[in-house]
């Protein structure tokens, strides 16, 4: 089947991500949400990083505003009706992605694939909830969407081959590389990457170092580009420990339990950059560690 166009459910941070790098790539895109304002700021933020595109010489301006005239978006489901393909990418929380779940299989051409965006849910769980497991799949796109080259492709049990290949020439035609992974919680980057940003949140919890000694032992030893706990912020703390409780029921392994700062953090609504305030205090010019 040939994707012509493509509906988003979720203007989040990682919605309005898929929603620019598909506008770019040629594709017209129907970004859905709940919040009116959030659909607001997404469309806004795109609009800047367009504009940021065509001064960094990236995209014509030309390019930019057809880009742009390319994303329709609304509070409903009605623009997902000649969709070839939807994506979901609202809250990781199973009941929210159940009911949108239901709502796109009420409104989507039946031969639609529907992908979603997940972090350390069961595709095959997700894909039960539809009407259509064969043409259901994990699209993991990574944050930032613009930036980062990978998408993670997860069959669940019943994902069909034909839904598998359509999906990987599409995300192809994205300039962006897939690899496959299987469906076991939190796939291969979070698996790797969440355990290792919560034992940095171990090291500080238990006084091995400084937010400023961790960060720069890991920049400057492993040559990550960004320390484990600026990382954290970066994703969201409250995002870093729903993958960690994911990982430790899913697998059932103690190892993988969260940090109890990384708790103490979410309960304090330090959450990070979002907040203004994680492992960092963002409320200057310059970053200051908070420990
Ligand atoms: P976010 O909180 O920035 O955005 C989620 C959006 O979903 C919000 O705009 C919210 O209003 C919307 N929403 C909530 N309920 C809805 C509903 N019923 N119908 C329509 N929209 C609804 O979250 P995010 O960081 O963009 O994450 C979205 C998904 O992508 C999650 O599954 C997450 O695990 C995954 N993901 C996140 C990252 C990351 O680094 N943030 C990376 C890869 C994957």
Redesign the pocket.
Known sequence: MEIRKVGI????????GIAEVLAIGGYPVYL????EQ?LER?LATIAENLERSVEKQRLTPAEAKAARARISSGLGYEGFRDCQLAIE?????EA??R??LKKLCDVLPTDAIIT??????SVTRLAAQTDRPPRFLGT????PVQKLELVELIRGIATSEDTFRTVRDFILSLNKTPISAEDFPAFIVHRILMPMINEAIYALYEGVGSVISIDTAMKLGTHHPMGPLELADF??LD?CL??MHNLHEGLADTKYRPCPLLVKYVEAGWLGRKAGRGFYDYSGSEPVPTR
């Open positions: 459910v979720g203007a989040g941070q990682m919605g309005a859905a949400d709940v919040d959030q997404a990418a609202a809250f990781e929380d929210v992605k009911s949108i979603t965006n997940t972090s350390t849910l993991h796109f990574m944050n994703i969201g995002t729903i993958a």
